[in-house]
């Protein structure tokens, strides 16, 4: 699967983090910029082995999108530490491909002399984290008046000797402060991220982790997203579409509305329709050009009333068709309410009045409502197994805060 490179999935996620709140990732990125040199400092891994690490790390303050007032960096990054440290590696561990490899992150604010006495395994990465981490938040804080030496009297309390020896290393090296400061380090973050290696089933993974990320920001678009991809694969298994379409599908289906976490709640009907532009923003370079027109399609209608481009029929492929069939489907089975049951009739009826204005395309449609009892049924069981997942990440949560809080 070609439809996009191991850098870029990673340039994704990021990018659309950033869109719900851009500063955790601009703090994360730096942070992992100062975390890859004292890798490659050290000297003990492959390049792709550093770029991993240095995902993680870009990734370390994912937690806040979920726990924190996200503009009170103050708090979150001092005193109450524990939330964003806990939720960001349980999303993760659960969602990503990383696993047990994100464990770093949770200890990543915890003082070194406390990690050795607890004999934690991921000490060393998690010491690095944490003093690369306090490395950007002094040097932005304090400006001209900040040097490395100020961390000397922490070594082997607070922080990890043998991470401020790297870190030294690596500031000589490659004059870390400065290229922070002055964003060449923007280019060299990438070069280093150039390095990494999915397989495509962790490449598929990082894309359906998108559906988690918007629902940092917006549960009933998770679940619609979720439904919407559902019905579309569905869809593209009755028409006997054949693989790779049925994957550019798919994945056309997890981004479609990824454009909706960077608009505000009460966005009217012009800011909402920005949503296309922002999700060609976010995809446009990175993930294969027809999976974005496929996703960018999805408001279009055959007789032209729809948006962006406000294409015809003959403008309209049948993939892009799937996708506007199964979007509104997803719109009408899924509602505020997760209990909500949605009524075939009432659904099927508003679907066929469209079809039958020439907005929808009528024999696809027609596919739909013929399939509907089964479509619908596995959709929406989607749609609650998703559900149940999220609580299940929220009583993880809950139970190693509790725990976490017991250590500290």
């Known amino acids: 699967m070609n439809y996009i490179s191991s850098a870029d999935i990673f340039r994704l996620v990021r990018d659309a983090l950033s869109y719900i709140n851009p500063a955790p990732m601009s703090h994360g990125s730096r942070v992992g910029y100062i975390m890859g040199r004292m890798l490659e400092s050290q000297g003990r891994l492959e390049g792709f082995e550093i770029a991993d690490m240095v995902m993680m790390t870009v990734f370390h303050d994912i937690g806040v999108y979920a726990t924190d007032d996200i503009n009170d960096r103050l708090r979150y990054e001092g005193r109450d530490f524990i939330p964003h440290s806990v939720y960001g590696y349980l999303f993760l561990r659960n969602y990503s491909p990383l696993g047990e490899t994100a464990k770093p992150i949770l200890y990543h604010h915890m003082d070194y002399d406390k990690l050795n006495a607890m004999h934690v395994p991921e000490m060393e990465i998690a010491s690095m984290v944490n003093l690369a981490e306090k490395v950007d938040l002094y040097s932005t804080s304090l400006g001209d008046q900040f040097s490395l030496t100020m961390f000397n009297k922490m070594g082997g309390t607070h922080l990890s000797k043998q991470a401020l020896d790297l870190m030294y290393q690596a500031a000589n090296k490659y004059d870390l402060v400065s290229r922070i400061r002055s964003l060449e380090y923007k280019p060299e973050l990438e070069s280093i991220l150039d390095y990494m290696l999915f397989t495509n089933a962790d490449k598929k993974k990082f894309m359906e982790m998108l559906i988690y990320i918007i629902g940092l920001q917006d549960d009933l678009l998770m679940r619609r997203t979720m439904c919407c991809a559902s019905v579309a694969m569905q869809m593209c298994d009755q028409l006997i579409v054949e693989d790779t379409l049925r994957d550019y599908v798919y994945y056309a289906a997890l981004v479609h509305d990824i454009g909706l976490i960077g608009l505000p709640e009460d966005a009217d009907d012009e800011l909402y329709e920005t949503h296309i532009t922002l999700m060609n923003k976010i995809c446009a370079g990175r993930l294969n050009q027809k999976i974005i027109d496929i996703a960018a399609a999805h408001h279009e209608r055959l007789d032209g009333s729809g948006y962006p481009k406000h294409l015809k029929t003959y403008q309209i492929?049948?993939?892009?068709?799937?996708?506007?069939?199964?979007?509104?489907?997803?719109?009408?089975?899924?509602?505020?309410?997760?209990?909500?049951?949605?009524?075939?009739?009432?659904?099927?009826?508003?679907?066929?009045?469209?079809a039958d204005l020439g907005k929808l395309d009528k024999p696809l449609v027609d596919v739909f409502n013929a399939n509907y009892s089964e479509i619908s049924a596995l959709a929406l069981k989607k749609v609650r197994d998703l559900t149940g997942t999220t609580k299940i990440l929220n009583n993880q949560y809950l139970q190693l805060k509790e725990e976490y809080e017991k250590k500290e």
């Open 317 to 354: 492929d049948q993939e892009q068709k799937i996708l506007q069939i199964a979007d509104r489907a997803a719109e009408l089975m899924i509602q505020k309410d997760p209990a909500f049951e949605p009524d075939r009739v009432e659904v099927m009826a508003k679907i066929l009045t469209e």
